[in-house]
T-cell receptor, first 111, second 113 residues
């Protein structure tokens, strides 16, 4: 089975500061990887997905970017955070039978 | 494109009473359907899924859901609510060959003692 490691669990950052959230996957190779953002009352919004190293698709225009430098590593970044970037960020891996495995998430608060 | 509708962001249920969470979807092709549960500050855990075959699907923690194609629905039920069922529940849809899930906005379930 797949295991996803996400860190940090919580993060408080000032407006204008950079961001780097990391996600690594164990137990599988060549996975599809996803970054979701969850805001209260809005469900889960797909931000980025990747089907392989260096391959990134963006779902919505925003202040964030993603990279996949290794097969089982997915990074979410920003050069300058905005207040609106606050939220709960979840990394996910597509496992067998079209099910997702989710990481435990990062609670980001931009102040 | 797929989409999911979950009505009622907050759902209150008495301990021991029926839990019913409604999910309707739109999909141009036969869907794969999922229910996930999320406890505070945690990731999502798969409760159950429908891909093909039997339309009544049983999941973990006593939950089940029935796929009704004519109603484009996949409602989640549990006969008797337990305090530990307090969490947020998400319905999601994808289709064969599409590697993305579309989620509903979720239902926050509160269990009243």
């Amino acid at each position: 089975s797949q295991t996803i490691h996400q860190w940090p669990a919580t993060l408080v950052q000032p407006v204008g500061s950079p961001l780097s959230l990391e996600c690594t996957v164990e137990g599988t190779s060549n996975p599809n990887l996803y970054w979701y953002r969850q805001a209260a009352g809005r469900g889960l919004q797909l931000l980025f997905y990747s089907v392989g190293i260096g391959q990134i698709s963006s779902e919505v225009p925003q202040n964030l970017s993603a990279s996949r430098p290794q097969d089982r590593q997915f990074i979410l970044s920003s050069k300058k955070l905005l207040l609106s970037d606050s939220g709960f960020y979840l990394c996910a891996c597509l496992s067998g039978s079209y099910g997702y495995t989710f990481g435990s998430g990062t609670r980001l608060t931009v102040v | 494109a797929q989409s999911v509708t979950q009505l009622g962001s907050h759902v209150s249920v008495s301990e021991g009473a029926l839990v019913l969470l409604r999910c309707n979807y739109s999909s141009s092709v036969p869907p794969y359907l999922f229910w996930y549960v999320q406890y505070p500050n945690q990731g999502l855990q798969l409760l159950l899924k429908y891909t093909t075959g039997a339309t009544l699907v049983k999941g973990i923690n006593g939950f089940e859901a029935e796929f009704k194609k004519s109603e484009t629905s996949f409602h989640l039920t549990k006969p008797s609510a337990h305090m530990s069922d307090a969490a947020e529940y998400f319905c999601a849809v994808s289709r064969y060959g599409n590697n993305r899930l579309a989620f509903g906005k979720g239902n926050q379930v509160v269990v009243i003692p």
